[in-house]
């Protein structure tokens, strides 16, 4: 019989594993696995419980809800295949192992003669741990429908008649319920199939759809007045949410709040047609600053549309262009397959494939719908009848409203030129692969103008400047499109409008144009934004 093992050499070995090259890489894991341990050295085993592990190691605040945030099984799944790595290579020589049984927090020291108990541990991650079945298993698990029934006030004795029984009775629930009991559970981590997720099991075909991945209430509208769906369609992969931070270009930060990750995949009944395809993404687990450091390479998965290959090793970071920035990628020609449903898969490469929010929108065969962005708070019809989306994709600057004592002339949309982003700024505009006009609306509502509201200095402009007062350029994707440009000098004045459109402009690799905004004198500045493919 082998000796106990000590304290002393317990803590040796939590030491080895944590000065490894595999720790080293994971700092989130690291300090999570340094945590436990320590709680269980001083002796309060007892006190290693999800709810605390959230609020003490993870940094969730004390309103954390385990039912709707997974942080705690999620960490603890990678903590695991980090332990097991580490095992199967750099300690593989060591007389003491620690396990984190599957479904437990508590830590094991086991002697390497008793290995007998890792093997099941190996083989759980796959077979019987629930945290790796909802990670890795596209299929819905019975006891996560069990546990969304019995939220839904179903009693113990029913569900004492069995899975038979218990199958049976969901599935009639299902078809003659489904709206109601999708509104029962959905926002829960551990929901099942789509159809559990707040929308009835057949579902109408839809003309175009907007969903918030992990969103648990019904619906939000956001600030240009587009309604999104809660999470729903959906099958694998668990849920969860980040806390409120500052995102670049991320104007509604709502649709950036929840995800969906994992192995999962999305089935969205469409009406047939031609539609245009909108991801969003956010990485704010990985990159400098963030819980587990690291950055390009960190998450990498695959993307399928339809069964077919979408995006290989996408990389949020390197799309995105850094860690804690909204990144959207647009699809066009986008078409449901022959069941009548779009189908989407996410697979993971390195970690765990992550999506924060869907569209899908009707859109004219070979082209993307046009993007109209105004520097404004509030969305614009223009005299055409053409909606202009509040100010988003930018990065920097800020946004200022002018009141002049009168209209900008020289266009039928006055309104449209009361409001500006200026500094240095950038706007990051998504689209699909193609050749695009691009035009930029400027009107000088600040030099040069003969202040009326002694009140209001900054926003009824100043009687002072006018030529040379504000001059700047302008680049798309490095590219320069104005050198110098200078307002007042091009408009023949303030308060009067003029556009400068550019032709032919690409997206770079990541599916972008990027709108630079370069100070030379002053502030550079603009009024609204206008993208559309132009035809081939």
Known sequence: MAAPVSNRQERDELESV?????????PSQAELLKHICEEYFGGRADQIKEYTLATEALGRAADFDQNRDAIVRVELHRLRKKLKEYYEGEGSGHS????????QYVPRFVPREKNSALAPEARSETSHSWEAQVLESPQPLRRRVTASVKRAGVGAWRLALGGLVLAVLVGAILLRFGAQLGAWVKGSPTAGPSAMAGSP???GPL???RILCGYPKDKYVDHAGNVWLGDRYYSGGVTSSQPQQFLARAADMTLYQTFRFGNFSYNIPLKPGNYELHLFFVETHYGPGNLSGGGETSRLFDMLLNGK????????????GGSNVGDERVFKDVTPAADGALHLGFQALNDMPVLNAIAIVPAPRGRINPIRIVA????YTDHAGNAWSPDRYYSGGQLALHIAPTPVRQTLDPSLYSGERFGHFSYTIPVAPGKYKVTLRFAETYWGIENQRHTLPDQDGSPLGGVGSRIFDVYCNGTALLRSFNIF???GGPLTAIDKTFHNLQPDAQGKLVLSFVPVKDYACVNGVEVEEEPE
């Open 489 to 491: 000098k091009e408009a």
């Open 96 to 103: 003491l192992h620690i396990v984190i049984d599957p479904g």
């Open 309 to 320: 290959l979408l995006l290989k090793s996408f990389d949020i970071i390197k799309d995105g």
């Open 207 to 209: 003309d175009s759809v």
């Open 376 to 379: 404004q708070n509030s969305s």
């Open 18 to 26: 944590l000065s490894s090259g595999i720790f080293a890489k994971a």
């Open 201 to 203: 099991v057949v579902a």
